[in-house]
Every structure is written in structure tokens, then in C-alpha cells.
């Protein structure tokens, strides 16, 4: 009699121990941790992007040959990468030098079979950021990723890669975020991305423009570049980066002004959040005249919501230069401003680089040449002359115009300095030599 109880109760907990295998649900899968939420999550926001651009043939010969023959006078190049849905409208993010003289660009998602045109917004060489649109199907919209706090980075916290690599298409990699602040300079070259984040997640040729992300499947960065060898040739392994997601928004917080295009707003908008929120406002510009400070949320713009910063641009823009009203809420309170936009031509010209350093530029081929140096000025303090050539600023390439120069010296801080790269010719007994160098001015 014991002997059958034993064997019913064994049975029993057999059967109860079945259940419990059997009743397991997906939330109770235990291969579903916290990455692999995070890449279900993300991953249809990632696109893959292939590019074609045209390049004429350089070679003379090979042209001559191909002139005989009647072949092409240019190449076709098909490059591949990746990019970032940041708004559901279709609004992709990559890297700049992906797109950088493309003549077509394709998007792919590898969640569907769709493939989409897409056009170049917006780009800063200087970040390696590019703002591509979509031409989705009307209505159509796009899964968007979230972006992560500025500076919200811990040193070692895992890190997921995602993109395109080597044309492979969706790919996910695993890692750690190595640094949070690195500068990729390589023997004889100018450091060109600074603040970079280092990772160790294996990232390849193609995973340009993809999206870094934390745990909480978050925006932490775009990918940028991957080391595969050192200043010695040695194969390198484990070392890749990415730009960060505060320079991100630095570059796309000023896409507001590439739809004023020739008019001065001089505020930015918090990217990534709705409802936008003003991120800074320049000293003497339309937006502080008009009394909008750091933290205001806006509600309206000329009676519309701007449901993104892409939408506050264009918003703006269609307006200009007439007064725009702004509905805005600063604490508790409702309130309506005006804005009136000023042409930048009026304030961002060479009077103002005149002012601020004591220069006066002639734009050539081969840089900024100095005509005129102001007696007692930043420049002539400097040593400055005419004659001489600015071929560099602050460690880049020049700004496209005088226009732009003067956007940069105004952006500079009381006492903050700037660096320009400038190269002249000095006679040295019966010879001409080529002299360059850095020299520090500081703007008035």
C-alpha cells in the first residue's frame, strides 16, 4: 500500500513537472534576454543603402582609348552601407561621405522587399552626418528609432552595431563602449572626427551609418569608421567608432536653418522629442529678440504644429521674412511671440569677419587670400599680411564662403580662439620658399 502511494506521488510530480516545461511563454523564453528584445525592437529601423555614383575616366589614355572605340567617358561606382530611420515619415540618417557625390540613392529594409528612392536633405561634412528623405507610398510610414540622452554613456556598458556590412545586409554585433571620447588621428594626417566613441563591436566596410545603441534600444551613436591597421601596417582587431549621438543632434539641430536657407532664425531645437523644445538660443538673433529662452516648448508655428524639427524648419521657412508667430509654454504658461527672420547676408558678411579679426578675404582657388589687415587687430597682432592665404579652420576644411566664416567666428565664445592654417611665400636670398603653419587669432 505505502509502495503504491510513492508510485502515484511520483507520477503526479512528473506530470506537474511536464506542465511546467510545457507551459513556458515566449516572455519565459530565457534566450530572450535583453539584446535580443533590443535588435526586435530596432532592427526595422536600420536600412541598407546602396549608392551610384559616376566619376569620369581620369586616365588620359585610357579616355583616348575608350574615345576610339566609342566606349563611356565615365565610370559607374555601386557602393553599399547603412542608415537610420529617425522619424516615422521617412526621415533616414547616415553618414556623409555614404552619400557624398551619389547620383542615385536606394533604401532596402531588411524586413520587407520594398525599395525606396531616396533624396539628400541635409549633410554636414564636417560631423560625417547626412539627413535623407524617403519617397515612401502616401501616408506610409516608417519605423523610427528612439534616441538616447546626450552623454548618457557608461564606459563598458554593452553595445549593439547595426547595419550593412560588406553588402551582407541587416547584420547585429555585440560589444562593450571602450571610450567615450576618442580622436582617430593617423600619422601625417589632421585629426578630422573628434569625441568619437570607441567600441569593440565588430563593425566592417558597409556598417557606415548604421545605428549604435545601448540595452534600452536607444540612439547612442552613428557608426563611422573601423581600424583594420595601424601606422605600421599591423592588422588591427576590436577597435571601431562611432560619431556620438550629441554631435548628431549638433549637426541636425541646425537643419532648421537649411530650410530658412538665406535667413537667420538663430535658435535650436531639441532633436528627437516631441514636443520640440527650444536646445539654445544665439545672443542678438531674431529668436532672442523675440524672447525665446533655453527650455521653452513649442506648441505652434504660424498655427500649425510642428510635429518634428524637420517640420519646425520647413514651417519656418514658409514664412519668412514675414513676422511668424510662435505659440510657446515656459513653465506653466501658454504664450504667443513674434518672430521676424533676418536675411543672413545682412549680418553674416565680410564686415563682420572684418570686425571680429581684422581681415579682409578674397576667396581663390586654393583657400581665403588676406588682401587687408587691419592696423592694431587681432590679425596684425598676429603678424598677419596680405598676401598670405587661409587654407584651413579650426583643424577642417575652409567654410564654403565668407558667409559661412562669419557663422563660425559668430558660434566662437568671448576669448575663445581660432586656429587658421595659413601658407605664404618668403624669399630666402634668391629663392622663393613655401611657408606654412597654424596661427591662433583671437576675435574680438
Not at 585629426?191 to 566592417?204: C, E, F, K, S, V
Not at 573601423?226 to 571601431?240: A, F, K, S, Y
Not at 549680418?347 to 571680429?356: R, T
Amino acid at each position: 500500500m505505502v509502495m503504491k502511494l510513492k508510485r502515484q506521488l511520483l507520477l503526479l510530480g512528473v506530470i506537474g513537472l511536464c506542465g511546467t516545461f510545457t507551459g513556458f511563454s515566449q516572455e519565459d523564453d530565457i534566450r530572450r534576454d535583453a539584446t535580443v528584445k533590443v535588435v526586435e525592437e530596432v532592427m526595422p529601423c536600420v536600412a541598407d543603402i546602396l549608392t551610384k555614383s559616376i566619376v569620369p575616366v581620369r586616365n588620359p589614355f585610357e579616355r583616348m582609348q575608350r574615345q576610339i572605340w566609342g566606349g563611356r567617358q565615365f565610370d559607374e561606382y555601386i557602393s553599399a552601407g547603412s542608415g537610420v530611420v529617425i522619424d516615422e515619415d521617412g526621415y533616414l540618417l547616415t553618414n556623409e561621405h555614404m552619400i557624398h557625390g551619389a547620383e542615385q540613392i536606394a533604401v532596402r529594409f531588411g524586413t520587407g522587399t520594398n525599395e525606396y528612392e531616396a533624396t539628400v536633405l541635409a549633410s554636414d561634412p564636417k560631423i560625417d552626418v547626412a539627413l535623407l528623405q524617403l519617397k515612401g507610398k502616401p501616408g506610409e510610414t516608417f519605423h523610427a528609432i528612439k534616441f538616447a540622452p546626450e552623454d548618457d554613456l557608461l564606459l563598458g556598458e554593452t553595445v549593439l552595431a547595426l547595419g550593412n556590412p560588406l553588402g551582407l545586409g541587416g547584420t547585429v554585433t555585440r560589444g562593450i563602449l571602450s571610450s567615450k571620447s576618442r580622436a582617430t588621428l593617423r600619422e601625417g594626417e589632421q585629426t578630422t572626427y573628434r569625441n568619437l566613441l570607441q567600441i569593440d563591436a565588430p563593425i566592417n566596410h558597409g556598417n557606415s551609418g548604421g545605428p549604435l545603441v545601448d540595452l534600452k534600444g536607444e540612439l547612442i551613436g552613428i557608426n563611422a569608421q573601423v581600424v583594420n591597421q595601424d601606422v605600421n601596417g599591423e592588422p588591427v582587431q576590436g577597435i571601431g567608432f562611432a560619431i556620438p549621438i550629441r554631435l548628431v543632434e549638433e549637426a541636425l539641430s541646425d537643419i532648421p536653418t537649411e530650410f530658412v536657407k538665406s535667413y537667420w532664425f538663430g535658435a535650436r531645437v531639441k532633436v528627437g522629442t516631441y514636443p520640440l523644445v527650444i536646445a539654445s538660443v544665439q545672443a542678438e538673433s531674431p529668436a532672442d529678440r523675440a524672447g525665446l529662452k533655453v527650455g521653452d516648448i513649442v506648441l505652434q508655428v504660424n498655427g500649425k504644429v510642428p510635429r518634428n524639427f524637420i517640420k519646425f524648419g520647413a514651417l519656418l521657412a514658409s514664412n519668412a521674412p514675414a513676422v511668424t508667430p510662435l505659440t510657446i509654454r515656459r513653465g506653466e504658461n501658454e504664450s504667443d511671440i513674434n518672430v521676424r527672420l533676418i536675411p543672413v547676408s545682412e549680418v553674416f558678411n565680410a564686415k563682420m569677419v572684418q570686425d571680429k579679426l581684422g581681415l579682409t578675404f578674397q576667396d581663390n582657388s586654393s583657400g581665403f587670400l588676406i588682401t587687408d589687415v587691419e592696423t592694431n587687430s587681432p590679425a596684425a597682432t598676429a603678424g598677419l599680411q596680405a598676401g598670405m592665404t587661409v587654407q584651413a579652420i579650426d583643424y577642417q576644411d575652409l567654410p564654403k564662403d565668407i558667409i559661412e566664416l562669419a557663422k563660425m567666428l559668430y558660434a566662437k565664445k568671448r576669448g575663445e580662439p581660432v586656429q587658421l592654417y595659413i601658407s605664404f611665400m618668403q624669399k630666402v636670398g634668391n629663392f622663393n620658399v613655401s611657408r606654412q603653419g597654424w596661427v591662433p587669432l583671437r576675435p574680438r
